[in-house]
Structure formats: structure tokens, C-alpha cells
């Protein structure tokens, strides 16, 4: 199995703020990674796919870049709404695997 | 707007099989390039698939599960269901049911509200 690994696991920042979370791939998955939302006793929603492509009616603060084994979310500019755990999932392999998630919380 | 709800007991006793049922409203779970799956996520933890099959039979297993696990669609009914047997404490969770795009590992656009299932005596 393809091993994803996010960093960092916990993230304290502010309204306003740029944030960034890696996940890092054990092998190429070329740009087949999607990044998910999840808020407490939700199911995860689907924010970009295929890397950096946004899903319609996420936010245009959220990014994501990479291709390979490393990529990166990036927010813009952190919303209240936005303090929530945030999974990495490659889907370059018939076997789907997520990263530990990034939980994003107020500093 | 497709729709995915799961349904099932709450509760299992240990050594037990564990058994729940998907039922896709707002569109055809015989669409093509979609498979069916689920993914689950044990209090406090991180997403872990289960499976996924395409409804015309094409599964795939995650192989630390795969000796106790079946997935099975029913065209007739819109549904899909998950078996997994032998269960312990360790398979306490909420299982999600899912819609992968394309393939039996791709990206999930669609997921159900998740069902928390306890694994106790």
C-alpha cells in the first residue's frame, strides 16, 4: 500500500493567517491526491482533487499544488468556519489510503 | 443531488458479524465508473477503506480486512451492504458509505452521514 504521511498533525493559527499541510506520498502518485474537510461528527467533504483542482462551491482560498510525492493545501486566508481536521487521500492506486489528518485549531 | 444513507445496528456483540446496508437515492448505483465502498474511522482516529465494489461484481478488499469482509450490491434495491465478521473491539467505529470516482480507489465526492457501530458484550 502507498503510505501517505500529513504534516503537521496539529496546527494552532489565527483568523487571517496563511496555512499550509503537506502530505508526502512512499511512492509516486503522480497528481492523483485529494484533499478532504472533515468538521466533529461530520462526514469529510471533498475540497480539491486531481492536486489542485477545486471542487465547485469550495472557497476560492483553498489551493493545493504538488505532483509526485509531495504536495501541499494552502489557505489563503483562515476563515472561523475552516478550524477543522484535514485529510490528504491518494487515489493513484486501486488501493485507497489517507494521510493521519491535520487538525487546524484556534491560537 | 445523489444521496447515500446508511443503515444498520448500533451495536455488536464481540465475535459477531457486523452488518449494514447503503441505500443510494438520486441516482442509479448502476451508473458507470463508480464504485461502492466504505470507509471507516474508530473514535478519535483517522480514515481507513474498508472495500469497494463496482455493480457489476468487481471488488476490491483492504487486505488487513480482507479474510473477514464482503461487500455486496443489489441493483434492484439501489443498495450495497458490508459484512464483516469476527469482529472485536478494534472494529468499533463510524463506517461511512462512499461513492469512488472512476475506480475502486478514487477520490469520494459523495459520502453517507456515517452510522457509529460499537463492538461490545
Known sequence: DIQMTQSPSTLSASVGDRVTIT???????????AWYQQKPGKAPKLLMY?????????????SGSGSGTEFTLTISSLQPDDFATFYCQQYHSYSPTFGQGTKVEIK | QLQ??????????PSETLSL????SGGSISSSSNYWGWIRQPPGKGLESIGSMYYSGS????????????ISVDTSKNQFSLKLSSVTAADTAVYYCARHEGSSGGMVQYWGQGTLVTVSS
Open chain 1, 23 to 33: 502530505c508526502r506520498a512512499s511512492q509516486s502518485i503522480s497528481s492523483w491526491l
Open chain 1, 50 to 62: 486531481k492536486a489542485s483542482s477545486l471542487e465547485s462551491g469550495v472557497p476560492s482560498r483553498f
Open chain 2, 4 to 13: 447515500l444513507q446508511e443503515s444498520g445496528p448500533g451495536l455488536v456483540k
Open chain 2, 21 to 24: 446496508s447503503c441505500t443510494v
Open chain 2, 59 to 70: 471488488t476490491y478488499y483492504n487486505p488487513s480486512l480482507k479474510s473477514r469482509v464482503t
